[in-house]
C-alpha cells in the first residue's frame, strides 16, 4: 500500500483544515487506515482511525468533537476533517494503513504502511 497525504498548511487557531489520504497498490476497501501525529521532539501520537466498512470510528480524546475521520473506498482515500484547530494542534500527520486488520486503535506498531506525512501549523 503507498499512501499521500495533502492538505496540510498554516492556518489560524480556531480555523480549519481538510486532510486526505490517497491510496494504492493494495485492496483499500478491506484495510484499516488511521491517522497519527508527531509534534517536533515528542512522539507520534494518534488521532483517529476507522474501520475498513466505515461503519467504525475511534478519535483520540484531545480532538473528539473537532476532528473527523472519514473515507470513500470508491475513491480510495481517507480524509481527516479538523475544525476548531488549535497552536497545540500543530504537528506532521501522517496516514498510516494496515490491511486485512480489524485493530482500530492508537498503536503505531498495528500499522504496517505509512505516508511520508504532511505538515500542519495553526498559529495563535
Known amino acids: 500500500v503507498q499512501l499521500v497525504e495533502s492538505g496540510g498548511g498554516l492556518v489560524e487557531a480556531g480555523g480549519s483544515l481538510r486532510l486526505s489520504c490517497a491510496a494504492s497498490?493494495?485492496?483499500?476497501?478491506?484495510?484499516?487506515m488511521g491517522w497519527f501525529r508527531q509534534a517536533p521532539g515528542k512522539v507520534r501520537d494518534f488521532v483517529a482511525a476507522?474501520?475498513?466498512?466505515?461503519?467504525?470510528?475511534r478519535h483520540a480524546d484531545s480532538v473528539k468533537g473537532r476532528f473527523t475521520i472519514s473515507r470513500d473506498n470508491a475513491k480510495n482515500t481517507v480524509s481527516l476533517q479538523m475544525n476548531s484547530l488549535k497552536p497545540e494542534d500543530t504537528a506532521v500527520y501522517y496516514c498510516a494503513a494496515q490491511p486485512g486488520s480489524s485493530y482500530i486503535g492508537p498503536l503505531t506498531s498495528e500499522y504496517g504502511y505509512w505516508g511520508q506525512g504532511t505538515q500542519v501549523t495553526v498559529s495563535s
Open positions: 476507522i474501520s475498513w466498512s466505515g461503519g467504525t470510528t
Open positions: 497498490g493494495r485492496t483499500f476497501s478491506r484495510t484499516t
